[in-house]
């Protein structure tokens, strides 16, 4: 993680904030802008023209449904690469500026390839220590399809998303534990966040038997000892289903989730529906 | 010329010649003013008191019966145009006592209803007035705020709870499912049959693919065109289906946020009513509260978003909760109380106005600037005096109103229409462009008092038509009062109630007495005494500094008398320079000796509020002519109409006089020597005549004497103004020279009554050192300032020989038949072209 390059001083990872439409979710972008500030980093934006789109504009026929879906057009290659130009442009200028407020140093650049090869190249380029952030919320996306981009992308050690409900970035940020052996890790990072999310960090316990539950509470409690800024909660009824996962993260409102994939918050097989129809912040996704 | 012209002019003779020839005043003819002539002065045994703590304080009014019953009149009067203009000098204490008759008049009177200022829901640019019993508007504004205030608190936990979030996410579910499902089953579709739906920088656009990648044009181009035609097909096929679900998102969201509403205002309803209650129990009785109350409830239903919004200010990372009060986003629910009666005071209000600009009177609608644009709503409607008086009386000095622009229109207005109407007279003329309210105007029931001079009520009165109409009472205060002893006792009572008001210490009667004669003084009238309680308040108090400077514990005479002896040094110093100059024969006077056609006039000049007298050399010559007196002073426009007319007035009296039978050949100039300003009234008319007199008789006058008086056409001296300070003036100037005993002043017979003269000039005559001589016609006068018998005309229609009239006659019969003699027709020599007469 990039929390672990910068205290062993070693090659700066960067937080790379992939682009591929004009409207990205500005929760996303703040989110990216806020991981870069929370670890010291920089942003390097990615806007990606995507190559199948660019070969679905060849055809003849290719026509373009607007997104109210009140007008369609037919295009071509160069009213692609056009309305990609013109959208990245802009996109640059706002980029630019919240990156500017935040004080966190931002590179930019326009690849022409298919979005997880792009993202793949970027990473592998800015160094081994990278998170990835995606501006477009996760609203139908596949557990499949976030371990193929962490397989396809190996230089991340990390995922920024947001779902389509997404309308904050402060708030307490909640690190949901599933195993143990990273929490300390994840109370890192939790750390460095709440520093600009402003809000308090909880510790969210999450397992599927009470027993281990409370086993896992006793733990925690050990390993904060005395620390008062930091809340441990331990869900009630239901636990271990998704869904009810998904509503005790929404109830408690945070302004950043961290999780692992491949657990219950996020499994490694279904799908996300549930989370990303309660959750209102963006989620750190750690391997 | 053709005659010898005779040796007429004499005018600065100072021989005694022609006075040898004269028939001398028989002594003590002319005796001059006895000393209790000079000053009134008042015994303090005869006040009845020891000193003013003895006496009850008096607050009222004294002496002021015509306007007293005049303000009763009008305070009782109903009618909205009954109100009142109290005239009378300044600082007489007539807004003191005005005051203090309505105030106990008003203490009497029911409180008026109260009145705020409301949103109005249906037209916010109107705002709506609300009348309420007296003293509840505040509570009202109260109880608004706490219902605010408890919905701030109750509405967010509603909103917050489960009942309320189930509800929410079912529908949000309701809606989100149907979109996406249609969605996916679109996308799945599209896969079944080869076709990708991929997002483009704008929209969406479809392609055939093949193992999950867009199928390369060229690759596609290969293909039979059969198969290019049914693949094309079926991309419009599902576009056209892709159109109806993306153009379905619109009319979906909107009936969401429509199912979201009604669920917010079902949630609402009940918490607004809960907190309205309370106010509506409280105000039951007043109909138009529980109107405003059931549309604010409607608002608050339909705007229950406001409370569940953050503000704006609020801190990412303490959140502070802003006073609802001030927070904008709940303003609309808040009340502008305009006014509050019966809180403080009991009664109807009665109010002055020390400020009576536009906008203290009639209220203003103040602005804030937000986002570099002036905007403002129904709280900032800010109250003026008439909205505070409503049901009372305002008092109002007239000077200050008609000074204010648009004031004084806008409260004829009011009280013409009778109602408090909010405008800004700027924006009304198109000075300022900005958004503007239009209140609701607030019935007017105010009995307005104006108080002024008497010169601005006659103004009104005369330039202003709608002045008389809609101020029908003339309150009319009297500037003095007789001096009598029940008087120096209410007199005495003012200086107790002074004394009492501004807690001093007590007056002594001797103390009282000085007063009561610098009253008199004031009011330029021994018989009179000042009611200007200003002047009296001031010299009470500035008496009792020096009495406590004195480390005494009453104030007595002497402290009275350096309380005025101080005040007039400290404004004296055009005194002082004008005594200087004259000792310093920079001016010319002369206060010994005669001379023949000059004499001292006395004129009074006012400095702020300190005057003093002056003496003026008058000069007058004389010549034959064809009968005109040169007034030099009107020749070069510095002599005022007064003046002339008194000068015009001597023609009048020569004429008549002396030249009955034949014609007045004379030329006379007169002027005021050294006199640099403008010269106006009559008082020197009677010096002017003896300067003629003088000249034409070529008597000299004793220039140890100053005159002062008008004269009219039959000779009688009549009475003028300033006479003590005149007196006093002439008195300081020949002290400063050494007082002879053969000095004094000429003042009429009817100036005797206002004679007040300081104690130093009554001393004075006292010790035989200066004299004051009152005369009534203008032979007494001659006399007395000639030592020459004037002459009454004897039974041959003759003045006695060697009297002063007899002289003036002889020379003016003289210069007649001389300019007779000059005026026979000329006759041309036609041998040497020479005219002869």
Request: net charge negative.
């Amino acid at each position: 993680m990039i929390a672990h390059v910068a205290e062993a001083a070693e090659a700066r990872g960067r937080v790379v904030l992939q682009l591929r439409t004009a409207n990205p979710n500005p929760v996303a972008i703040e989110a990216a802008v806020r991981v870069a500030q929370a670890f010291q980093s920089g942003i390097e934006t990615v806007f990606v023209e995507d190559l199948q789109v660019l070969d679905l504009a060849s055809f003849p026929f290719a026509r373009e449904v607007s997104l109210t879906g009140r007008r369609s057009r037919a295009i071509s290659s160069s009213d692609i690469e056009q309305e990609f130009r013109l959208a990245f442009a802009s996109l640059r200028r706002r980029i630019e500026a919240l990156a500017r407020a935040a004080e966190v140093p931002i590179r930019q650049r326009i690849v022409r390839d298919d979005p997880i090869a792009a993202l793949a190249t970027t990473c592998a380029e800015c160094g081994p220590w990278n998170v990835v952030a995606l501006a477009e919320p996760f609203g139908t996306l596949s557990s499949e399809s976030l371990r193929h981009l962490l397989e396809a992308v190996a230089d991340a050690t990390g995922l920024v998303l947001v779902g389509p409900k997404a309308r904050r970035t402060s708030g307490p940020v909640i690190a949901a534990v599933e195993d143990l052996d990273r929490l300390p890790s994840m109370l890192r990072a939790g750390e460095r966040l709440v520093s600009v999310t402003g809000g308090p960090l909880v510790i969210l316990l999450i397992a599927d038997d009470e027993e281990r539950l409370h086993w896992m509470e006793g733990q925690a409690r050990l390993l904060l000892g005395e620390r008062t800024d930091t809340r441990i909660v331990v869900p009630g009824s239901a636990r271990g289903a998704a869904e009810a996962v998904a509503e005790t993260l929404r109830r408690l409102e945070g302004g950043f989730v961290i999780s692992q994939y491949g657990g219950l918050v996020v499994p490694a097989n279904g799908d996300l529906r549930a989370l990303a129809a309660a959750l209102e912040c963006p989620i750190f996704l750690v391997r | 010329m053709f005659f010898k012209r005779a040796p007429l002019d004499k005018s600065v003779a100072t021989t005694n010649d022609t006075v040898q020839q004269m028939t001398p005043t028989a002594a003590g003819e002319h005796a001059p003013l006895a000393v209790a002539e000079l000053r009134r002065c008042v015994d303090p045994a005869t006040l009845g008191f020891q000193s003013t703590s003895d006496l009850e304080p008096i607050t009222g009014l004294i002496g002021q019966d015509r306007a007293l019953r005049a303000i009763q009149f009008g305070a009782d009067m109903k009618s909205h145009d009954f109100n009142m203009f109290v005239l009378g000098p300044p600082a007489s204490g007539k807004s003191t006592a005005v005051r203090t008759y309505l105030t106990k008049k008003a203490v009497e009177a029911p409180a008026p209803a109260d009145w705020v200022y409301v949103n109005n829901f249906e037209n916010q640019n109107r705002p709506r007035a609300l009348k309420l019993p007296a003293g509840r508007a505040r509570r009202f504004a109260a109880q608004m705020v706490a219902a605010i205030d408890e919905l701030r608190t109750t509405l967010p936990s509603v909103f917050e709870s489960e009942e309320y979030q189930a509800r929410r996410r079912a529908i949000e579910e309701e809606f989100r499912s149907g979109q996406e499902e249609a969605f996916e089953a679109l996308n799945r579709k599209a896969q079944a049959q080869n076709i990708a739906v991929l997002r483009t920088p704008m929209g969406f656009a479809m392609a055939p693919v093949h193992e999950g990648k867009v199928v390369k044009p060229e690759v596609f181009n290969a293909l039979p065109e059969d198969m290019r035609k049914n693949v094309q097909t079926k991309i419009e096929a599902l576009q056209k289906e892709l159109e109806a679900i993306l153009e379905r998102v619109p009319k979906s969201d909107k009936q969401r946020r429509h199912r979201l509403s009604e669920l917010n205002e079902d949630i609402a309803e009940g918490a607004v009513g809960e907190a309205l209650d309370d106010v509506r129990a409280g105000f039951s009785d007043v109909p138009e509260i529980l109107q405003f109350l059931d549309a604010a409830g409607k608002d608050l239903i339909r705007h229950v978003g406001l409370f569940l919004a953050s503000t704006g200010d609020e801190s990412e990372i303490v959140k502070q909760s802003v006073d609802t009060s001030r927070d904008p986003r709940f303003r609309r629910f808040m009340v502008n109380l305009i006014v509050g009666n019966g809180e403080s005071s009991p009664g109807a209000p009665v109010l002055e106005e020390i400020n009576p600009t536009y906008g203290n009177l009639i209220g203003r609608i103040e602005h804030i600037a937000q986002m570099g644009a002036l905007v403002t709503d129904f709280l900032l409607i800010k109250p003026g005096a008439l909205h505070r008086a409503n049901g009372g009386y305002l008092l109002i000095d007239a000077r200050k109103l008609l000074l204010s622009p648009y004031a004084w229109e806008a409260l004829k207005r009011t009280i013409k229409a009778r109602e408090i109407r909010i405008e800004q007279p700027l924006e009304s003329m198109g000075m300022i462009s900005t958004q503007t309210l239009d209140p609701e105007p607030i019935p007017f029931d105010v009995k307005v008092v104006l108080f002024g001079e008497r010169e601005l009520y006659y103004m009104l009165a005369a330039y202003d038509p709608d002045f008389r109409g809609l101020f029908k009472v003339q309150a009319d205060f009297d500037d003095t009062i007789a001096r009598s002893e029940e008087n120096n006792l209410a007199y005495a009572r003012v200086i107790a109630s002074i004394t009492a008001e501004h807690k001093l210490k007590p007056f002594d009667a001797s103390g009282v007495a000085r007063v009561i004669e610098e009253g008199a003084r004031l009011a330029d009238d021994r018989e009179k005494l000042s009611i200007e309680l200003g002047h009296i308040s001031d010299l009470v108090r500035e008496a009792d500094y020096w009495s406590s400077q004195g480390g005494r514990e009453v104030t007595g005479r002497e402290d009275v008398a350096r309380a005025i002896e101080e005040g007039i040094q400290r404004a004296d110093r055009l005194r002082d320079r004008a005594q200087e100059v004259i000792g310093r024969d920079i001016v010319l006077i002369d206060t010994s000796g005669a001379k023949v056609g000059q004499i001292n006039g006395l004129s009074v000049l006012q400095v702020g509020t300190f005057s003093f007298g002056r003496p003026s050399r008058i000069t007058a010559r004389v010549r034959m002519g064809q009968g005109r007196v040169v007034d030099i002073e009107r020749e070069v426009k510095l002599g005022g109409p007064l003046h002339s007319k008194g000068v015009m007035i001597l023609w009048g009296y020569l004429a008549g006089r002396y030249a009955e039978d034949v014609p007045l050949a004379l030329a006379a100039t007169l002027v005021f020597e050294q006199s640099y300003g403008g010269v106006d009234g009559d008082s020197a008319s009677s010096t002017e005549l003896y300067a003629l007199l003088s000249a034409l008789s070529e008597v000299p006058v004793k220039q140890g004497h100053a005159v002062t008086g008008s004269v009219n056409q039959r000779g009688e001296v009549q009475a003028i103004g300033g006479v003590n300070e005149k007196i006093e003036g002439f008195y300081d100037v020949c002290k400063a020279r050494g007082l002879t005993g053969g000095q004094g002043v000429l003042i009429p017979k009817s100036n005797v009554q206002h004679l007040m003269l300081r104690e130093d000039v009554v001393e004075a005559v006292r010790e035989g050192r200066f004299a004051v001589h009152a005369v009534g016609h203008i032979d007494e006068g001659m006399e007395i300032l000639t030592g020459v018998k004037a002459g009454e005309r004897g039974e041959d229609r003759q003045f006695p020989a060697g009297s002063i009239n007899r002289l003036v006659e002889d020379k003016l019969r003289l210069f007649a038949e001389r300019a007779k003699a000059f005026g026979r027709p000329r006759i041309e020599s036609q041998e040497t072209g020479k005219i002869t007469s």
